[in-house]
């Protein structure tokens, strides 16, 4: 076998071993979850599986956006001020890799 064969097969013995690390760095992409108080009241989203990641306060008519980084669906969770305190009113599943906008 000559020298330039041998190189050629290496090389693609590399190319094949790194290309199993592709898979697994294309998915973890990043996506953006945009959310939208169209309220009267001042409003926050949540994220559970974030260890309860929060926003800051959203104004009425304002909108709150996060880069997410990952491969799995997140749960997000509004809620609203209403007489002091910060009630749940909506609630959504999204795919962090994906770009949403959420208007509650």
């Known amino acids: ?3 330039r064969t041998k190189a050629l097969l290496g090389l ?3 190319a094949v071993g790194a290309s199993a690390l592709v898979p ?3 998915q ?3 996506g953006r979850f945009t959310f939208c108080n169209i309220s009267s009241a001042r409003e926050t989203v949540q994220f559970p599986q974030r260890g309860w990641l929060s926003s800051t306060i959203v104004d009425p008519g304002a ?3 996060y880069s997410f980084s990952g491969i799995d669906y997140e749960e997000a969770v509004a809620t609203r001020e209403v007489n ?3 009630p749940a009113v909506d609630t ?3 795919h962090d ?3 949403i906008t959420w208007r509650v």
Request: proline share 0%; glycine share 4%.
């Open 1 to 3: 076998m000559s020298l």
């Open 12 to 14: 693609t013995a590399a």
């Open 24 to 26: 697994a760095a294309a």
């Open 28 to 30: 973890a992409a990043t």
């Open 63 to 65: 909108c709150w956006s």
């Open 84 to 86: 002091g305190a910060w």
């Open 92 to 94: 959504t599943w999204f």
């Open 97 to 99: 890799s994906e770009f």
